[in-house]
């Protein structure tokens, strides 16, 4: 049975306002009627590496800065060795580029390569890529051990949990950092949770992180449906939801 | 043709949005990488940024090329300076031709 021993999650706070979600590009195409976004700025975002904003998507800059939050907590583990501590994360795949998509709508044939160069930023492929969030996150870190991704978008953070919790038994690991984040970064992710999954529920951008340990000492994780029914925070909904249950409870030991 | 404050104002822009420094902080002597923390990845993008912001068209690997020629084959850092050179000797070579 794994342990919670330290967790934090980042959620917009009552100060931010519901508001409809509409994209520039899609316009009336895709709009989201509930939303919540966090106030947090790509480029002013505190981490160790002022320019990694250029080639880190939203979500992979919100799963620095909730894992960051635990680097105290982290730290031992690491000392005894970095390569014991193992990564769990879920995020979805970063974005299409689409201010450039844009630009390129019906450019002739024989023009393409020449507006592909021109408008195509070079980083964009790198905040696509959706190891590249926690990688980074785990260098910010000086996490060496196993990194586990998953982008299933309904179950990518249960199976986060999951896969945690059995290397934890099995000893592969000493401590699990198991996060996730979301963000409204892509339009597309945020229609199909609007059909699918979100009901009347508050879409959320959030990003989650909690340690793991098989130690007997921190509070039991709870079980997966620990969910308010108000908000929906996508791929990263049942790593935050827990988080929130334990803080309800404040019963984690630092 | 812009001028060189110009040229140094449309550079400073790109090259403060891709490395996010603050404003001030780049110099016409800052150096790439010294001074501003660049990798060679930043280059391109550099140049993208340039080419959004202003329309100038950046080879790194051109510019690379005429300044080793004018600074020596050991060279490993070029400065703002160094680039704004570059532009306006490439825009004057596409003038001619």
């Known amino acids: 049975m794994s342990t919670i021993h330290w967790c934090h999650a980042l959620t917009p706070g009552p100060d931010v306002h519901e508001q409809p979600f509409a994209d520039e590009h899609y ?31 939203r979500s992979g800059i919100l799963l620095s800065l909730a894992c960051l939050k635990g680097r105290k907590a982290i730290q031992p583990f690491l000392d005894d060795s970095p390569f014991s501590v ?45 190891n ?7 260098i910010f870190l000086g996490i060496m051990g196993p990194m586990n991704v998953y982008n299933s978008s309904v179950y990518g953070s249960v199976h986060a949990i999951d ?37 009347d529920r508050v879409l959320c ?50 | ?34 001074d501003l923390d660049a990798e060679s990845i930043d280059y391109l993008d550099i140049s993208y940024e340039i080419e959004q912001k202003s329309g100038i068209e950046l080879d790194f690997t051109d510019a690379m090329e005429y300044l080793t020629e004018r600074k020596g084959d050991d060279i490993t850092d070029i400065s703002v300076q160094d680039l704004l050179d570059y532009i306006k000797y490439d825009a004057d070579r596409k003038k001619d031709s």
């Open chain 1, 86 to 130: 193992g990564i769990y994360c879920a995020i979805e795949n970063g974005p299409v580029d689409l201010p450039s998509a844009y630009a390129m709508v019906d450019v002739p044939r024989e023009d393409f390569a020449d507006c592909y160069r021109k408008y195509r930023n070079p980083k964009m492929f790198l905040t696509q890529v959706t």
């Open chain 2, 1 to 34: 043709m812009l001028s060189d404050k110009e040229l140094f104002e449309k550079v400073e822009e790109a090259v403060r949005a891709v490395l996010n420094t603050e404003e001030g902080e780049i110099r016409p002597e800052s150096m790439f990488k010294a």
């Open chain 1, 27 to 57: 316009r009336d195409a895709i709009v989201i009627p509930k939303t919540k976004a966090l106030p947090v700025e790509a480029r002013k975002a505190p981490l160790p590496d002022r320019k990694v904003y250029r080639s880190m998507s």
């Open chain 1, 205 to 254: 951008e959030g990003a989650g992180a909690m340690i793991l340990t098989s130690g007997k000492q921190g509070s039991a994780l709870p079980c997966y449906d620990s969910d308010d029914g108000e908000h929906y925070y996508g791929i990263a909904h049942q790593i935050i939801c827990q988080i929130k249950q334990i803080e309800r409870e404040n019963s984690y030991a630092v």
């Open chain 1, 163 to 199: 896969q945690a919790c059995q290397d934890l038994d099995e000893g592969r690991v000493a401590a699990a950092l198991v996060c996730s984040a979301f963000s409204f970064e892509d339009p597309l992710v945020l229609e199909r949770v609007r059909r699918w999954e979100l009901g």
């Open chain 1, 132 to 138: 590249l969030a926690p990688a980074q996150m785990g």
